[in-house]
């Protein structure tokens, strides 16, 4: 439970005095909605959320949509890039270890029925398997960016042509290093003449992944108030109760279990293990199995509508972290203000290198990190309406799906186009698909450089830590 409100923290934001709030009223036309309960019948990998590996394209071409043939005379000549890290194992080891030690002690008490035996005799296998891999990159998913890579470089040769220069970035985090290098090393297979650097510094990590030292943004999101928004709509929407009655004989050993072995110096008062807890750690396991190589799976145990009560919780956390939400005029996306204003700077300086006719290559430049900097990325920018503003709660999953912008190894890849005496153009791809964004165009999917980064320069003049890094 102590776990359960920890990761409420995390995807809480509060109010704040500042007038932050850009795109109230200037939304792009198009919202991404939660999978409705009809819709996740018919594909139950819908549930999935953040924890939906990215397809693996390559065995099927068609899941993405051919992309618009550029204007008439416009090439492509440099693409800047932001991706998540690719497919993981939990990040914690209690993920994995907190329902073996609760399963397995109700089990010596004599409490398991014969399923909850099954269940145990299950993660048992998985815990064994994830010791000393907490947190790191799994084969699918480096297979995953290889065949990103893969598809950039067919997608747009024009940028990879001769020795031309790729300047690829991770976060010091290993299972964004090793995406980066999968990542990589697919294009030199394609190209051996690039000339590829790869880096991983914390001289980087003020845009790459912001650390939030002075805790502007942590102070914004641990109050009580949005703990108790969070909590309120957890409850509503988690089942756990028949869960726990297909496990144990006698769901109160939950309260034997906590007397017995629970955490009694709980700094939150509150008991270590309850049904709501087994629940989400059972939800873990069972959507992040299909990252992992593991012959085993757990969609039998928790059923599709528990897993889209907890889907649902986590797709408004996702919101009140990383989105324009209510609670006054909200800032949080503004964290992403290094990272966005990076990627004004070297495209300028990429043009600034080869012109703007398209006829030469300023390469690629590759960023390599998380989930919590990729979704607030697409907030600020309001890719594909990820700018919303919705002060209703109950309203979010109408509005927001984060599994549209952050399954494993999502990635947002901003292409430059270029004619002689014509204005550089810009295609931006999220997820590989045509992306709208907050400009006007008469061309979509192509958006006038000038346009697209004068308006978001205006949005960064509101960030509230424009200043930290001049």
């Known amino acids: ?57 390559d065995q099927d071409p068609s ?52 399923k909850g035996q099954d269940v145990l005799r299950r993660i048992e296998k ?43 970035k991770s976060t010091i985090i290993i299972r964004c290093i090793l995406s980066m290098e999968a990542f990589c090393m697919r294009l030199k297979e394609l190209n051996p003449r690039l000339q590829i650097s790869n880096d991983a510094s914390n001289h980087d990590m003020y845009y790459m992944n912001y650390q939030d030292k002075d805790k502007f943004f942590s102070k914004i999101t641990s109050t009580p108030e949005n703990s108790a928004i969070l909590k309120a709509y957890r409850d509503k929407v988690f089942k756990p109760e028949r869960l726990a009655q297909s496990l144990l004989k006698d769901t109160s050993f939950f ?74 005029q909200c800032v949080t996306p503004y964290r992403q203000t290094y990272l966005v204003k990076n990627i004004i700077e070297t495209a300028d300086q990429a043009i600034a290198k080869v012109g703007t006719d398209g006829r030469k290559s ?49 990635n947002l890849q901003f292409i430059f186009y270029g004619k002689k005496n014509a204005p550089v153009l810009i295609k931006v791809l999220l997820n590989e698909h045509e992306a709208t964004l907050p400009v006007e165009t008469d061309n979509f999917p192509y958006y006038e450089w000038k346009k697209v980064k004068a308006f978001y320069l205006d949005i960064l003049d509101k960030s509230p830590i ?3 890094f001049n």
């Open 1 to 57: 439970m102590k776990r359960l409100f920890i990761a409420a923290a995390l995807v809480l934001v509060a109010s704040l005095s500042i007038k932050a709030q850009p795109y109230k009223g200037k939304q792009t036309s198009q919202v991404y909605a939660v999978p409705d309960w009809e819709q996740v019948q018919a594909n139950p990998k819908l549930v999935l959320s953040d924890y939906q590996p990215y397809p693996v394209i």
């Open 126 to 168: 998985v815990e064994e398997a994830s010791r000393g891999r907490y947190g790191e990159l799994t084969r699918l998913g480096a297979e995953q960016h290889r065949q990103i890579a893969g598809r950039m470089f067919r997608n747009f040769p024009e940028v990879f042509k001769g020795n031309v220069a790729i300047d690829a």
């Open 362 to 410: 300023a390469g690629a430049t590759l960023r390599f990190g998380h989930d919590s900097n990729l979704m607030p990325l697409c907030s600020i920018l309001n890719i594909d309406g990820a700018g919303v503003y919705e002060p209703d709660n109950d309203n979010v999953a109408n509005v927001w799906n984060m599994e549209h912008y952050i399954p494993k190894a999502g």
């Open 63 to 114: 899941s993405i949509p051919a992309l618009t043939k550029a204007p008439r005379g416009y090439k492509p000549f440099y693409i800047s890039h932001y991706g998540r890290h690719g497919s993981r194992w939990l990040i914690n080891s209690e993920y994995y270890q907190d329902p073996v030690a609760f399963l397995k002690k109700a089990n010596e008490e004599g409490m398991l029925t014969p």
């Open 466 to 468: 424009k200043d930290k």
């Open 255 to 328: 309260s034997t279990y906590n007397e017995k072995f629970g955490y009694k110096d709980n700094p939150d008062n509150l008991p270590h293990y309850t049904p709501m807890t087994l629940l989400y750690d059972l939800y873990q396991l069972t959507v992040n199995l299909p990252n992992t190589d593991l012959d085993i799976r757990l969609d039998d145990v928790v059923t599709l509508e528990e897993l889209y009560g907890v889907n649902l919780y986590r797709n408004l956390g996702s919101y009140r972290y990383a989105g324009f939400c209510d609670m006054g």
